[in-house]
């Protein structure tokens, strides 16, 4: 059903015909079509004073652009020898009107006049697009007999088109478009939001959300400072545990505590168990002498190829040899990893490990080889057993109880309330800030959760001045990542934005990836994908995904999918 402004069964007007088309419109388009009765605009165009513009009726749609219609009631005539327009109402009486297709066109070029002149469209970067006009006799039997030269009979409906609108409106946008649609931009989404926001927006004295989420980092950064007062803690003890739930700050001090002893003097190694999240820290702290940073995989990819390239020795086909039909990352690369710590000795005279609940049992003896001190070396760890997405959690080389951090300084109440729903655990404390509710995009398919995201994902970009890179996408199923990617792909979206996955992260970037491997991370808004996952059966994911959003969450999918996520 399409999206029509206002709704027909409130729209008011003196032409029945005007609400039979928007009837037609709302009962026979599909959702991704926008309607608006009964237009009105005053624009100032470039040079010139300014100048209104009304229309009976403008369709908007992601893929074929823009159409203005004049719609004209009763029988109607025209005489080609003097140009004059009739219509005939149910009296008989014959009333003269004005050239539809002239009131169409002239329209037509008022709404692009109006639209260029817009901020938020000139954001989108369209170049050429489709807009075309087109008139409706909704009482008229065949109004093919009055095609004329300027009245083509390709762009005018009557009553035997109201029981097939779309293909009608297939067809007309076809004959505006040409033969060659590579010639023409799409508006998508973007387009249709700033179409919706010019013609039908409903306004509000309120800050810009991206004006919020800043006030709201400030607030964030103060109480994060205050969960700094652990660092005394770890500086009294050469060997804690320190165990938190999401947004509690363990990332942030464990990179502090990290770069407090490459200060002092120490050779340190900060290790995690998400490349993406190793490789993030590692841009913070670039420049930090003695600090090294890295996924557990990674640094034993390194020793690896250390040992091939100093002593020439195959690492890991030595432990494929000694653990027949062992899983490569369990277990052979961290043995592998012991076999060249072992040839060449320890390194770190410290080390600190974050995700330490996705380590397995077999990673902690490489990690312990590599202490200078052995066991009286400074080894902190940092963990949420709540995110073991992997169900790796073991026994940890540290027995004394872990210290706890109880207070959430990352997320806002809303957020917090919706991930806490899956921790199991101590109490954490809500953070202060209140934020806003927790918002759902709900659409039937994948095709259109994506132009709902893009919609979204546009709206905040062009107005509400989010920038790109405070925008994650995350997608609970793994598996339909590829597929995710394509419909994303498939919408127009502002060219000052892209999407793109962890790798790719930079200014304009709109992180696209999974739940997973985005562990560790935050964004100041995130869309959580949750289609074709379960809650109780996936609860770590859940958690991980819908706490990574500091100031705005949205959950996306079905609407059974959304009300049990929210349950």
């Not at 489709?130 to 909704?138: D, E, N, Q, R, S």
């Not at 132009?451 to 509400?464: F, G, H, N, P, S």
């Not at 994303?488 to 990836?513: F, H, K, M």
């Amino acid at each position: 059903m399409a999206i029509c402004y206002p709704p027909a069964e409130t729209a008011e007007s003196t032409s029945a015909a005007e609400l039979k088309l928007l009837r037609a419109c709302e009962s026979k388009l599909g959702d991704d079509w926008l309607v608006f009765h009964s237009v009105a605009w005053i624009s100032r165009a470039s040079g010139s004073g300014a100048s209104d513009g009304e229309l009976d009726m403008l369709l908007c749609h992601p893929r074929h652009g823009i159409l203005t219609i004049e719609v004209k009631g009763g029988g109607i005539g025209l005489d080609y020898r003097t140009g004059d327009w009739t219509s005939t109402d149910r009296n008989g009486r014959v009333h003269p009107i004005k050239n539809p297709f002239r009131q169409a066109t002239k329209a037509k070029y008022g709404v692009l006049e109006k639209l260029k002149e817009s901020p938020a469209w000139t954001r989108l970067g369209i170049a050429r697009f489709v807009i075309g006009h087109a008139v409706f006799l909704p009482d008229v039997g065949d109004a093919r007999r009055l095609a004329g030269p300027d009245a083509p009979a390709e762009i005018t409906g009557d009553a035997g088109d109201l029981g097939r609108l779309d293909e009608w409106l297939t067809r007309v946008m076809a004959f505006w478009e040409g033969e060659d649609s590579r010639r023409h931009d799409q508006i998508g989404p973007g387009g249709v939001a700033v179409v919706r926001q010019i013609f039908a927006r409903s306004v509000a004295a309120r800050p810009l959300l991206s004006t919020r989420i800043g006030e709201e980092e400030v607030r964030r950064l103060e109480l994060t400072r205050r969960q700094m007062a652990v660092l005394d803690l770890l500086s009294r003890h050469r060997r804690v545990v320190i165990s938190g739930g999401a947004g509690t700050g363990k990332t942030l001090i464990a990179r502090e505590k990290a770069e407090r002893l490459a200060r002092e003097g120490m050779r340190t190694l900060l290790v995690c168990y998400n490349r993406p999240l190793a490789d993030h820290v590692r841009e913070q702290v670039a420049g930090i002498d003695l600090l090294d940073v890295a996924s557990f995989h990674q640094l034993c990819d390194r020793w690896v190829k250390r040992a091939h390239a100093k002593l020439g020795r195959d690492l890991m086909a030595e432990t494929r040899r000694d653990f027949p039909g062992a899983d490569h990352f369990d277990v052979i690369l961290p043995m592998a990893l012991a076999l060249a710590v072992d040839a060449f000795g320890p390194r770190y005279d410290a080390i600190v490990v974050d995700e330490a609940q996705d380590f397995a049992l077999e990673f902690w003896m490489p990690i312990e080889m590599l202490l200078t001190g052995g066991e009286d070396a400074p080894l902190y760890i940092f963990i949420d057993e709540n995110q073991d997405l992997y169900r790796r959690a073991t026994e940890l080389p540290i027995k004394t109880p872990p210290a706890t951090l109880d207070r959430n300084c990352r997320n806002t109440g809303h957020i917090h309330a919706a991930a806490y729903r899956y921790y199991r655990g101590d109490a954490v404390e809500a953070p202060e800030i209140e934020g806003t509710r927790v918002e759902t995009l709900i659409a039937g398919d994948l095709a259109k959760q994506a132009r709902a995201i893009a919609a979204t994902v546009t709206r905040l970009v062009t107005e509400e001045g989010v920038a790109p890179h405070d925008i994650a996408v995350l997608l609970c199923a793994a598996g339909a990542k590829a597929e995710a990617e394509a419909a994303l792909a498939a919408n127009a979206i502002p060219r000052s934005a892209s999407w793109g996955r962890l790798e790719s992260y930079g200014q304009c970037v709109i992180t696209v990836d999974t739940v997973a491997r985005f562990k560790g991370l935050e964004r100041a808004v995130v869309i959580l994908w949750i289609d074709g996952c379960d809650p109780a059966l996936q609860r770590e994911t859940f958690y991980v995904g819908l706490s990574r959003a500091k100031s705005v969450l949205y959950l996306c999918g079905t609407q059974d999918a959304c009300r049990t996520a929210m349950k």
